[in-house]
């Protein structure tokens, strides 16, 4: 079972994260101001940084979504416990990826 303190100061750094995330989306979001007679080089590097702003926003909503969970987890007494197995994630795995819901053994049957 995890300490106080130590939740404490995950819940911490999951609410930074989640900020810090959110602050990204937020920008990526954004309206883009229409170019003014734009050539085709303008058009091409437009799309390729519409390709890759969308992979990003995927990826960061995925990251979202897990902090929102682990958030959850901490407020409904679950974090740290594998969904699983019911083996308690180790300390060092939840510092390394706060996010984490498995054990090393059930992440790798997922």
Not at 1 to 8: P, T
Not at 22 to 39: A, C, F, G, T
Not at 61 to 86: F, H, M, Q, V, W
């Amino acid at each position: 079972m995890l300490n106080e303190e130590f939740l404490q100061k995950i819940k911490a750094r999951l609410e930074k994260e989640k900020a810090e995330v959110q602050e990204k989306l937020d920008k990526i979001n954004k309206p883009e101001k229409p170019m003014d007679n734009p050539d085709l080089d303008d058009i091409a590097h437009d799309a390729a940084e519409d390709i890759l702003e969308d992979s990003l926003k995927s990826v960061y909503e995925d990251i979202l979504e897990r902090i929102e969970n682990a958030l959850l987890r901490i407020k409904n007494g679950s974090y740290g416990k594998c969904p699983t197995c019911g083996t308690d994630v180790p300390e060092k795995f939840l510092e390394e990826e706060p996010w984490a819901e498995h054990c090393y053994v059930c992440r790798g049957k997922n």
